[in-house]
């Protein structure tokens, strides 16, 4: 088993770190198979760079559309319509799928608990005197602050200290391995076939990893942006939108995605999965103007998206 197996020392180089945590989340999985999400969020640690585990939860419009095939092009305001007792029946679905959220999110962070305690436990105390040389490692273990003891805090922690810094820990080999992962956040773009939720997941997921290897903190704005500007063409008149002020900005990057994911359910079917470019060069102006808000009615026509102009 791993977790009897020889602790992690101040010297431990990127195969024997690799390796142990490997296997620590195999044995994991088999010894601790009734904490749900445990074994994925031990897969996710022992990659390297680790990547952190996010349920996929379903948006409200997801749920809505469940109901029927005929629902998948459609916008909740047409759902509803369709549905006899639309508001009493999706209300009711609406709410088991928020109580299913808080379920999996709780069995979510009493994993992440077991986690810790099976990372913090296989470090030996040279490691973790060296791991209190790093700010976030501090602040992790700091109770004082809103999500201390984050497992994935803790593995990337040690990443770089056991992988990213192992041959030299010199100020320009940090400074380095910074610039690699903002290069990569600040260059993350939704892919053609990948949904607003996923997307928005990756960019949490790069934002934390910058975040624990040093790399400064953007304003509440400077982060709804680049969110935004990583989205595809789709999002066009919404963002050209933002851009002129014909709407405002989102005040968070949680809010940003909740505006994005309502805009993709009323795009038809045909752009969906279609990647159209920079989003910036598209829609200019009075264009724009005309394209709406990101919030369109629906036609009488089955499907079909009605953008009206924005509400100034």
């Avoid at 497992?151 to 400074?175: C, Q, R, W």
């Avoid at 260059?187 to 990756?202: C, D, F, R």
């Avoid at 903190?217 to 789709?234: E, H, I, P």
């Amino acid at each position: 088993m791993a977790g009897k197996a020889s602790l992690i020392g101040a010297d431990t180089g990127p195969a024997a770190f690799t390796k142990f945590f490997e296997t620590l989340g195999t044995d994991t999985a088999a010894s601790h198979s009734s904490v749900e999400y445990l074994g994925k969020l031990m897969s996710g640690y022992s990659c390297s760079p680790p990547t952190d585990y996010k349920i996929p939860h379903k948006s409200d419009l997801d749920v809505a559309r469940e109901i029927d095939v005929e629902f998948k092009r459609f916008t909740m305001e047409k759902i509803l319509e369709k549905v006899q007792g639309g508001e009493k029946r999706i209300g009711a679905m609406l709410a088991n799928n928020d109580r299913e959220k808080v379920r999996a999110e709780k069995k979510l962070a009493d994993a992440k608990e077991v986690a810790y305690a099976l990372i913090y436990k296989a470090c030996s105390k040279s490691t973790l005197a060296k791991a209190q040389t790093k700010q976030a490692w501090r602040d992790n273990e700091d109770k004082e602050k809103a999500e201390f003891h984050d497992p994935f805090v803790a593995i990337t922690v040690l990443h770089i200290i056991h992988v990213s810094e192992f041959l030299g820990n010199k100020p320009e080999d940090v400074v380095t391995r910074q610039n690699q992962l903002e290069d990569a956040w600040r260059a993350l773009k939704q892919g053609p076939k990948q949904s607003v939720a996923e997307y928005y997941m990756t960019y949490l997921e790069l934002q934390k990893a910058a975040y624990v290897a040093g790399v400064a903190k953007l304003t509440g704005l400077r982060d709804v942006m680049r969110f935004s500007d990583g989205l595809n063409g789709r999002f066009a008149p919404l963002l050209v939108n933002y851009k002129n002020g014909f709407v405002g900005r989102p005040a968070t990057v949680q809010q940003a995605f909740e505006e994005a994911d309502t805009f993709a359910g009323t795009l038809p079917a045909s752009s969906k999965h279609t990647d159209d470019g920079d989003w910036r060069v598209l829609v200019t102006g009075e264009e724009a103007k005309k394209r709406g808000s990101g919030r369109p009615p629906i036609s009488e026509k089955k499907g079909e998206a009605v953008v009206l102009d924005p509400i100034l």
